[in-house]
């Protein structure tokens, strides 16, 4: 066994020779190390990384509210102003220049608008009668009249019965009995409810009728206005003077002719004076002018169409739904309004119920919605009621004693008589014939927008395809969703 004494000078030698191998490459190169100041005095600064900044100091608050450089396409970083928003959500687009013109499509008239030959033919909407419709809102948003080159229409079979009904209104202008007819449009979601009642204004402002029309009926009842007791009423009834005087400017801008030529014939009671031998059209402007006279000028204004002489009035509404139930306003017990407490639904009811005749004669007309609208199951059973009453007289539905019922909408429609003496009138908006689906459906090609031959196989499939001839469905596998 080796000594300790061995072992640890084989241990220092060991290390010697590995200190001198470390140390002899030091000699043989040599570090040299040049001071100068001048490289980092004039050298560029390092260029900062993107995204970096500085550290706030001690005690000061900061806030970087820059934007980066690349700012989205056509974005200015403003805030849109008040209305923009709903302004372009509501912007209705009548034109395509990138569609076809139709050699064949003819304009409706004040002489055929009412022709039964007219049934199944794609008509034309002429250029004043689209301007006073789109100042009354009939015109909808989800409704393609931006795909083609201008605004047309379908006549079906209910544009026919409809004009029928303003054929029997004249009529009875020479008798001493006029007429008022009230009719529901009621059908399925997407079968052309509001489109038809378009059709009704198209009548009426080319046969010479006083057109007042409630463009959407949830704009009255869903508090977004002001609104304040009248004075006198019993039981209390609530104006809204913004909409009115909304209202009376789509009116001023619809009937402008006939406003224009009729002269006062009475003497109303307004809260601002009226210059001497004033028109109807100085009477709206008024309370157009002077929303918290609306109402009062409204009042006149209906006062002065049922003088003798007057043009019969064509009353309109779409959504009907939405004012058969409680509206979004409060009393002052913070309790629900019902709409049929607000003046203008109250003036419309009226007239639908049948409690008010309409002296010169005229059409009232309700559209129902099921794209948006509240349950009604009062409407939806007097509905069903007349339906069955129309075609199956023996045996009419009973009410379920087990569903909620709103009593006011049971008592303003379930005794609903027309003029003839005849119950509440539905009419029913179905589905497309196959003829008439082949027309649209020409039309359609002959626009540019449906880029397939139009034979029997494949109108017979599209008409299947929508639900047995929902034109809404139709135009939607035809025009909207090509392949």
Same mark, same amino acid.
């Given at each position: +066994?080796?000594?300790?004494?061995? *072992?640890?000078?084989?241990?220092?030698?060991?290390?010697?020779?590995?200190? %001198?191998?470390?140390?002899?490459?030091?000699?043989? %190169?040599?570090?040299?190390?040049?001071?100068? $100041?001048?490289?980092?005095?004039?050298?560029?600064?390092?260029?900062?990384?993107?995204?970096?900044?500085?550290?706030?100091?001690?005690?000061? @608050?900061?806030?970087?509210?820059?934007?980066?450089?690349?700012?989205?396409?056509?974005?200015?970083?403003?805030?849109?102003?008040?209305? !923009?928003?709903?302004?372009?959500?509501?912007?209705?687009? *009548?034109?395509?220049?990138?569609?076809?013109?139709?050699?064949?499509?003819?304009?409706?008239?004040?002489?055929?608008?009412?022709?039964?030959?007219?049934?199944?033919?794609? +008509?034309?909407?002429?250029? @004043?009668?689209?301007?006073?419709?789109?100042?009354?809102?009939?015109? @909808? #948003?989800?409704?393609?009249?931006?795909?083609?080159?201008?605004?047309?229409?379908? +006549?079906?079979? !209910? #544009?026919?019965?409809?004009?029928?009904?303003?054929?029997?209104?004249?009529?009875?202008? #020479?008798?001493?009995?006029?007429? $008022?007819?009230?009719?529901?449009?009621?059908?399925?979601?997407?079968?052309?409810?509001?489109? *038809?009642?378009?059709?009704?204004?198209? +009548?009426?402002?080319?046969?010479?009728?006083?057109?007042?029309?409630?463009?959407?009926?949830?704009?009255?009842?869903?508090? %977004? $206005?002001?609104?304040?007791? *009248? !004075?006198?009423s019993q039981p209390t009834q609530y104006t809204q003077d913004t909409y009115t005087a909304s209202l009376l400017q789509q009116i001023l801008k619809s009937n402008a002719r006939l406003l224009e030529s009729t002269k006062i014939a009475t003497k109303p009671d307004l809260p601002v004076p009226l210059p001497a031998n004033a028109s109807l059209k100085d009477l709206v402007a008024l309370g157009t002018n002077n929303p918290e006279a609306s109402w009062s000028v409204f009042t006149a204004l209906w006062q002065e169409l049922s003088q003798p002489g007057r043009p019969p009035v064509l009353l309109a509404l779409d959504g009907l739904s939405h004012v058969m139930r409680n509206s979004e306003y409060l009393s002052a017990d913070v309790k629900p309004i019902h709409a049929h407490d607000l003046t203008i639904v109250r003036h419309f009811v009226d007239h639908l119920s049948g409690t008010k005749q309409l002296p010169n004669g005229g059409l009232v007309l309700g559209a129902t919605s099921r794209s948006n609208a509240p349950t009604s199951s009062a409407l939806d059973f007097?509905?069903?009621?007349?339906?069955?009453?129309?075609?199956?007289?023996?045996?009419?539905?009973?009410?379920?004693?087990?569903?909620?019922?709103d009593v006011r909408v049971m008592e303003a429609l379930k005794d609903l008589k027309s003029s003839s003496g005849k119950e509440l009138d539905v009419i029913k908006v179905g589905g497309l014939s196959k003829e008439e689906a082949r027309s649209i459906m020409e039309y359609y090609a002959e626009s540019g927008m449906l880029r397939h031959r139009v034979d029997d196989g494949f109108v017979s499939e599209k008409w299947s395809l929508a639900g047995m001839g929902n034109i809404g469905e139709l135009e939607r596998s035809s025009v909207r969703l090509r392949i």
């Open positions: +066994m080796p000594s300790p004494i061995c *072992l640890r000078s084989f241990s220092q030698l060991s290390l010697d020779k590995a200190a %001198h191998a470390a140390i002899a490459p030091r000699l043989l %190169h040599p570090r040299v190390a040049c001071f100068s $100041t001048s490289a980092a005095r004039y050298a560029n600064p390092s260029p900062k990384r993107k995204g970096q900044t500085a550290a706030p100091k001690k005690g000061v @608050k900061s806030l970087n509210t820059k934007k980066g450089k690349k700012a989205a396409v056509g974005d200015s970083g403003k805030r849109p102003a008040q209305g !923009e928003r709903k302004a372009l959500r509501k912007r209705i687009v *009548l034109s395509n220049n990138n569609a076809l013109e139709v050699s064949s499509l003819k304009d409706l008239d004040k002489s055929n608008v009412l022709g039964e030959q007219n049934e199944g033919r794609v +008509m034309g909407l002429p250029e @004043k009668v689209v301007d006073a419709l789109r100042a009354v809102e009939a015109f @909808k #948003t989800n409704q393609g009249w931006s795909f083609f080159r201008r605004p047309a229409v379908l +006549m079906r079979k !209910e #544009t026919v019965q409809l004009a029928a009904l303003f054929k029997e209104v004249e009529d009875s202008a #020479t008798g001493e009995q006029k007429k $008022t007819v009230r009719r529901i449009l009621a059908g399925e979601r997407m079968s052309g409810k509001s489109t *038809l009642l378009l059709q009704g204004l198209t +009548m009426g402002y080319l046969r010479d009728w006083f057109v007042i029309n409630l463009p959407e009926a949830q704009d009255i009842v869903n508090a %977004h $206005t002001e609104y304040a007791p *009248l !004075e006198g007097c509905i069903e009621a007349a339906q069955a009453r129309q075609t199956q007289p023996d045996d009419i539905p009973q009410w379920n004693p087990y569903k909620k019922v």
